[in-house]
């Protein structure tokens, strides 16, 4: 909706200036310079539009770096919890194992 708003405005702003041309010729600016100036303005929000969409991109890759790393650290969390349990489960085993040794 902003860039249909936008070229509105360019195309409004462009008109006029070719009025001013055609009611005072001479007077002024020629066609020539009306066209760059409004090639500059278009430019000129296209930058701005850029530049809105460049924040909003980097502030979804902070957002996604951050999930990234959530995630990181829920993985290993649940790695050394496995790590614990397989470690205590081993001593357990080992720990059995002495005892019906020494029974023997």
């Known amino acids: 909706m902003q860039e249909l708003v936008d070229d509105l405005r360019r195309e409004l702003e462009h008109l006029q200036l070719f009025k001013l041309e055609v009611e005072h010729p001479g007077q002024g600016k020629s066609l020539s310079e009306l066209n760059a100036r409004t090639r500059e303005i278009e430019m000129e929000h296209e930058v701005k539009r850029l530049k809105q969409e460049n924040y909003k991109l980097r502030d ?20 050394f919890s496995c790590q614990s349990k397989a470690q205590s489960l ?6 059995a194992s002495r005892m019906s040794w020494w029974m023997l």
């Open 90 to 95: 081993a001593a357990e085993i080992d720990s």
């Open 60 to 79: 979804q890759n902070d957002d996604l770096n951050a999930q990234i790393l959530s995630l990181s650290l829920y993985e290993a969390r649940n790695l």
